[in-house]
């Protein structure tokens, strides 16, 4: 894999993807006709797609022959209905559980790959009353967003621990009701470094993995026809972003400076204080073995128990298999760093 740009090569082609509205195509510019592929984000786009824009500055969408163009989400845009409609080539969720109830109310998309190989949803607590375990759940006041509230109902079920013993506070996204004591530990994306701090020095920090609940992040999905007939462009794709994810990984902080420089409304402090984590959620022994953006299928099939367990599918479970395919993985498998967390 050839990392030849240097470091002001690539901000200066980060400044120019700046320039550039969201939702604007990116081209290849060979003098060619390259593939379009529209790819839906459910969210704007932030540190979890750090790899995604430095495709885009380094040409690696333009080397797999793809014109992309990045449609960022929102708190008043859907996720699935561009994808569905074939508007969008494939889409990207944030968490597996929101794939596996899209399933489950019979939207045929399924996993195609993973890029972080957990959910980043936490719970920061102060040393005086910390949060380490399951064990400490019980006698805490544990704020949660309502939208988070069936991730809780999962922690008890797999601790054995009956969900009216503990003591759950709704709460927004804000940290300011464990900062005046209003509860023992607060719910949010680890990643939120700059939302966080104003909790100060000494938080503790406990990853609901930690507590047994399993997920997958920055999930990449499409449609069921789209994986069977497109499966070669869409492996294009994540062998694309893949080799972004590599440089990332070999440069941190030039990824970052190209990705504030592509969209300045991120702060390139707080997104220079996060990159370490962002990397320790995006690569692990298993990306080391099987390459980054690989998901296991045994804990898919873990994760929809367990979340059939507490009542998430009234209407029936989704089979396992049919909320991924290993094809596209399979197919970019050259593409995809073999790389653990760095460090």
């Known amino acids: 894999m050839a990392f030849g740009m240097n470091r002001r090569e690539l901000l200066k082609r980060g400044a120019a993807l700046a320039a550039i509205a969201p939702g604007m195509a990116l081209f290849a510019g060979r003098g060619h006709a390259a593939d379009k592929v529209v790819i839906k984000y459910d969210w704007l786009i932030s540190n979890g797609q750090i790899g995604d824009v430095v495709a885009v500055a380094r040409g690696y969408f333009e080397e797999a022959g793809i014109a992309v163009e990045f449609s960022p989400g929102g708190p ?28 489950a109310s019979g939207v045929p998309v399924k996993v195609i790959a993973c890029g972080f190989r957990t959910g980043p949803y936490a719970f920061a607590s102060l040393p005086s009353a910390p949060l380490r375990s399951a064990a400490d759940l019980k006698g805490l006041r544990i704020g949660v967003q309502p939208t988070a509230r069936f991730i809780m109902d999962a922690i008890a079920a797999k601790n054995g621990i009956d969900i009216n013993d503990l003591t759950l506070v709704n709460v927004g996204f804000d940290k300011q009701p464990l900062v005046l004591g209003e509860v023992d530990a ?40 789209a994986a069977a007939e497109n499966a070669d462009l869409l492996a294009r794709f994540i062998g694309a972003v893949g080799k ?22 991120l ?27 690989w998901f296991d299928p045994a ?45």
């Open 244 to 265: 972004g994810w590599a440089w990332t990984h070999a440069n941190p902080q030039a990824a970052v400076e190209a990705t504030v420089a592509a969209h300045p409304e």
């Open 299 to 343: 804990s898919i099939e873990r994760q929809i128990t367990l979340f059939d367990e507490v009542g998430q599918y009234p209407s029936g479970r989704p089979a396992a298999a049919d909320c991924y395919t290993t094809a596209v993985l399979e197919a970019s498998a050259a593409e995809r760093p073999k790389l653990g967390a760095p460090g």
């Open 267 to 293: 702060s390139l402090e707080w997104e220079m204080k996060t990159i370490d984590l962002i990397l320790s959620l995006s690569f692990d022994a298993d990306t080391a073995a099987n390459g980054w953006g």
């Open 186 to 225: 607060i719910g949010g994306w680890i990643t939120n470094t700059q939302a966080l701090s104003v909790i100060g020095e000494g938080r503790v920090d406990l990853l609901v993995r930690d507590l047994g609940f399993e997920s997958y992040a920055n999930v990449y999905f499409a449609t069921d026809e």
């Open 76 to 103: 008043n845009s859907a996720t699935v209905p561009p994808v569905v409609s074939g508007a969008a080539a494939l889409g990207q969720f944030s968490e597996t559980p929101q794939l596996f109830a899209a399933r």
